[in-house]
C-alpha cells in the first residue's frame, strides 16, 4: 500500500515570497490533516479535511496561509507572504474517517526554510 | 482541552537496556493516547494506541505503554534498546478530533 506523498520535500523561499506544497493521501481516505512541526516541538495541527470541505482551520494563520482540497483527494498548502517564522516542516496526514482511533498516516513531509 | 507534557526531551542507553519514556497527559474525559516515532527525515509512524480495551498496550518494534489514569501517565517501555530504536519520539492525545502532540523526546542508543 503506498503512503502518503508530499513534494516537494525541501523548498528555500525569501520572506515575502510565495510557496505551495503538495499532498497526496493514501488511496480511500477521506480525511486529510496539515500539521506545521517547527524544529524541537511536535507537530501542530493547522488544517483538517473531510472530503473536500474543511472540518477544523482553527489554528491557520488565515491572513497568510490558505489550504484547498478541490476533489477530495489531492491536497494543496500555501503560504503567501511567507514569515521568518514560517520556516518549519510541514506535514501531511490522511487517515479513513474522522472515527475516534482512526490511525493518522504521516508523510515524509516538506521542510521549508525561509531566508 | 487536552495537553500532554514529556518529562525529558532526551534519554540516552546503552544497547541491551531498558528504555523508559516518559509521558503524563491531560483531559478533561477519557482521552485516546498514542505514540509515535519520528526517524531523522522519514515521517511519523505510529508505535501503538490506547483503546480503553485494556491498560497494557503493544505496539511494533518491542514497545509497550502502561495506561495509569490514577497517575494520568502513559510511560513507553521496552526491555532491551536496539541501534535502530534512536529517533524522536512523540506521546499524543487525541480529544474530538484533533491530536495533540508533546514535545517528543529524543532516545539516544549508545554502542
Known amino acids: 500500500e503506498a503512503g502518503v506523498a508530499q513534494s516537494p520535500r525541501y523548498k528555500i523561499i525569501e520572506k515575502r515570497q510565495s510557496v505551495a506544497f503538495w499532498c497526496n493521501p493514501i488511496s480511500g481516505h477521506a480525511t486529510l490533516y496539515w500539521y506545521q512541526q517547527i524544529l524541537g516541538q511536535g507537530p501542530k495541527l493547522l488544517i483538517q479535511?473531510?472530503?473536500?470541505?474543511?472540518?477544523?482551520d482553527s489554528q491557520l494563520p488565515k491572513d497568510r496561509f490558505s489550504a484547498e482540497r478541490l476533489k477530495g483527494v489531492d491536497s494543496t498548502l500555501k503560504i503567501q507572504p511567507a514569515k521568518l517564522e514560517d520556516s518549519a516542516v510541514y506535514l501531511c496526514a490522511s487517515s479513513l474517517g474522522l472515527a475516534e482511533l482512526d490511525t493518522q498516516y504521516f508523510g515524509p513531509g516538506t521542510r521549508l526554510t525561509v531566508l | 482541552a487536552q495537553s500532554v507534557t514529556q518529562l525529558d526531551s532526551h534519554v540516552s542507553v546503552s544497547e541491551g537496556t531498558p528504555v523508559l519514556l516518559r509521558c503524563n497527559y491531560s483531559s478533561s474525559y477519557s482521552p485516546s493516547l498514542f505514540w509515535y516515532v519520528q526517524h531523522p527525515n522519514k515521517g511519523l509512524q505510529l508505535l501503538l494506541k490506547y483503546t480503553s480495551a485494556a491498560t497494557l498496550v503493544k505496539g511494533i518494534n518491542g514497545f509497550e505503554a502502561e495506561f495509569k489514569k490514577s497517575e494520568t501517565s502513559f510511560h513507553l517501555t521496552k526491555p532491551s534498546a536496539h541501534m535502530s530504536d534512536a529517533a524522536e519520539y512523540f506521546c499524543v492525545v487525541r480529544g474530538g478530533r484533533a491530536l495533540t502532540f508533546g514535545s517528543g523526546t529524543r532516545l539516544q542508543v549508545q554502542p
Open positions: 479535511f473531510q472530503n473536500n470541505g474543511v472540518v477544523d
